[in-house]
């Protein structure tokens, strides 16, 4: 069965510094997608990223980027200069690319809540 | 906005009564999924629906729960006879394409019941 795994339940960081939030993924399959969603306080679910397990490509997106590694099973997430409004839980997820239950429910990690004090 | 649409955003219920959760999806997406968030416990697959049909319905509680997602108008999750138990956050999802295909499945901002 899959699983998300990430580590870190909360991280405190000062305003403009760089925090990586790590996520760890367990699956036999070799077509997967993995994602990224941020949940402010307000409640809202935000998607941020998909990658899929052919792409190991990093990606950058503003001050967002992420590291895919197949070897390491990682997809790490990173904010540059963080600020105050990044402050949130995020939520790494995998879904499965085989048809099948897997390949439409998304397996979550618990969740790192990121507080970016001014 | 043209993002899924859930309302209400917050219900709260007496025990034993009904909670009804509309979800309404993106403009051209068919499929339908629901999330339950419980405290400590995270993000959890219930139902996946497309119009008309429920595929897959393995993560829903056996009882009280049900879903639809009609022919016209939203999908509804339904929760009867409401226990304190069931106070959470409930997320509908929905992407354009069926699975496998590497979906973006996309959620809105979800409804969270209370119940007293």
Redesign the interface.
């Known amino acids: 069965a899959q699983k998300v795994t990430q580590a870190q339940t909360e991280i405190s960081v000062v305003e403009k510094e760089d925090v990586t939030l790590d996520c760890v993924y367990e699956t036999r399959d070799t077509t997967y997608y993995l994602f990224w969603y941020k949940q402010p306080p307000s409640g809202e679910l935000v998607f941020l990223i998909r990658r899929n397990s052919f792409d190991e490509q990093n990606e950058i997106s503003g001050r967002y980027s992420w590291n895919f590694q197949k070897s390491t099973s990682s997809f790490n997430f990173t904010i540059t200069a963080s600020q105050v409004v990044d402050s949130a839980v995020y939520f790494c997820a995998l879904l499965l690319g085989d048809s099948g239950a897997g390949s439409y429910q998304l397996t979550f990690g618990k969740g790192t809540k990121l507080s970016v004090i001014p | 906005n043209a993002g899924v649409m859930q309302n209400p955003r917050h219900l709260v219920r007496r025990r034993g009564q009904e909670a009804r959760l509309r979800c309404s999806p993106m403009k051209g997406h068919s499929?339908v999924?629901w999330?339950r968030q419980l405290p400590e416990e995270?993000?959890?697959?219930m139902v996946?629906l497309q119009k008309e049909n429920i595929?897959?319905e393995?993560?829903m509680p056996k009882e009280r729960f049900s879903a639809e997602f009609p022919k016209e108008g939203p999908s509804i999750l339904r929760i009867q006879q409401v226990v304190r138990g069931d106070s959470a956050?409930y997320?509908c999802?929905s992407?354009p394409y069926s699975?496998?295909s590497?979906?973006?499945?996309?959620?809105?901002?979800?409804s969270?019941l209370t119940v007293v």
């Not at chain 2, 995270?42 to 697959?45: E, P």
């Not at chain 2, 590497?102 to 979800?110: A, D, H, M, R, V």
Request: aromatic share 28%; proline share 7%.
């Open positions: 499929h999924y999330y995270g993000l959890k697959f996946y595929i897959d393995s993560g956050a997320f999802a992407s699975p496998p590497g979906n973006t499945i996309y959620f809105g901002e979800g969270w």
